[in-house]
């Protein structure tokens, strides 16, 4: 989600008896009790603002096409006051002007390197210690989120984010209107770890990788580039290249690749998150800042976090919230919601669609694709955060594609669901 100021979850204890030979080798069994998550990283100026004309946002920036508006609540801010205006922005163009919004969505397939703390490439069993993507590409493209499949929400088979978009406003939306996505495998670039970063886990024929965790702030610093230009980092390579641009919304697709905490591999495990890389800009652009949206996913195998995390569960979930809230509630007023509780008590006040659902029962929604059952994650849609009791969304739903998950709103919530 935003650049780097992580706010998660700790979990499951690590069983030090299943440990292989190699100190840094995880039982692959390893992740079967910890807990899929996803970055939230809002932060920013947190102010408050008016309520903003419909064009794209933030103003000035040379970023991807989105709109904003607003709807009335009865809430607290983060600052402890009353307020009863929120503004947001989605990505596209506004559904009662209709038509189709077409997005360029790179996709940039990620190898990792996991090496000796001197650099030297490392050997396992013989064999290379890197985990390469290769072998995921093809179904995770092929998958909802690039693909198209049978949704209520539009007429025609389309993606699963135009389908929760066209949910989300319902009648209000015009029959025509859908925000695509015109994906592109790009460059497979390389991210070269040192021992002590890095975890891992071999498939049970003694190949790499079952999975892979990573320190977070390593992987932070090696994705994205400390300055432009700039080719020592993965994304800084492909911004370079071209491969990835301002107006599109960008992918870095990682095989098995999670995340962990505070240097403790128990702290896991992340499996996505969204935000933007900021860029000044120059005489090309107009001197406008560069605001590059993208996301780190990985691909979930099945069987690593049983059954409810896996394929395209992660990449699903942070293009929703792309969709939904691209900008990650930076500047403190758009995105930034009312107080709300999810039926298992997570407590938020940012329009982070997936985030409210990921822990429900039956958070993800199967969708068959060529004989392929995909696992899309289910949302919470705009009227639930805006508190409407009659909700404006598709057959009154408060989440989709399954309009069970979230059967009713949020009680209404003090400051920091106080």
Not at 61 to 79: K, L, M, P, R
Not at 182 to 190: D, E, F, L, Q
Not at 346 to 354: A, S, W, Y
């Amino acid at each position: 989600m935003k650049t780097f100021a992580f706010s998660l979850f700790a979990l499951a204890m690590l069983n030090l008896t299943a440990f292989a030979a190699e100190g840094d080798q995880l039982p692959t069994n390893f992740l079967s009790t910890k807990h899929a998550l996803h970055l939230n990283n809002a932060g920013g100026l947190r102010g408050k603002g008016n309520i903003p004309t419909p064009h794209g946002f933030p103003l000035g920036a040379d970023t991807v096409v989105n709109f904003t508006g607003h709807f009335e609540a009865q809430g607290y801010y983060f600052d402890g006051s009353p307020h009863h205006i929120w503004e947001y922005s989605f990505i596209g163009n506004p559904p009662e002007h209709g038509g189709t919004t077409m997005i360029n969505a790179p996709v940039v397939p990620v190898i990792i390197d996991m090496r000796n703390a001197d650099g030297s490439p490392r050997f396992v069993n013989g064999q290379r210690l890197i985990s390469r993507p290769d072998a995921f590409l093809q179904p995770f493209m092929n998958g909802p989120v690039f693909n198209v499949a049978q949704f209520s929400g539009s007429p025609a088979p389309t993606q699963v984010t135009d389908a929760e978009q066209r949910a989300t406003f319902g009648q209000k939306a015009r029959a025509d209107w859908h925000t695509l996505l015109v994906p592109s495998v790009k460059t497979t670039r390389t991210m070269v770890l040192l021992r002590g970063t890095y975890r891992f886990a071999l498939n049970a024929d003694g190949t790499c990788c079952a999975f892979v965790l990573v320190d977070a702030g390593t992987f932070g610093s090696l994705l994205f580039p400390p300055s432009t230009p700039d080719n020592s980092t993965v994304m800084g390579a492909a911004e370079v290249a071209g491969d990835v641009h301002t107006k599109d919304i960008s992918t870095f697709m990682f095989p098995n690749t999670y995340l962990y905490l505070n240097g403790d591999p128990n702290q896991c495990c992340v499996l996505g998150f969204h935000t933007f890389d900021v860029e000044a800009g120059d005489a090309s652009n107009g001197n406008q800042t560069r605001f590059y949206v993208m996301n780190y996913s990985s691909w979930v195998s099945p069987g690593l976090f049983g059954a409810a995390f896996e394929d395209v569960t992660a990449v699903s979930h942070e293009m929703a919230e792309i969709f939904n809230d691209p900008f990650v509630g930076f500047d403190g007023i758009h995105n930034v919601t009312p107080f709300t509780q999810n039926p298992v008590g997570d407590c938020q006040d940012i329009l982070e669609v997936g985030d409210v659902t990921e822990d429900l029962p039956n958070s993800t929604f199967p969708v068959t694709i060529d004989g392929y059952v995909y696992h899309p994650q289910t949302i919470a849609l705009l009227p639930w955060f805006a508190f409407e009791q009659n909700s404006t969304a598709i057959n009154n739903a408060y989440s989709y594609p399954d309009e069970t998950v979230l059967p009713s709103l949020s009680a209404p919530q003090g400051f920091a669901c106080q």
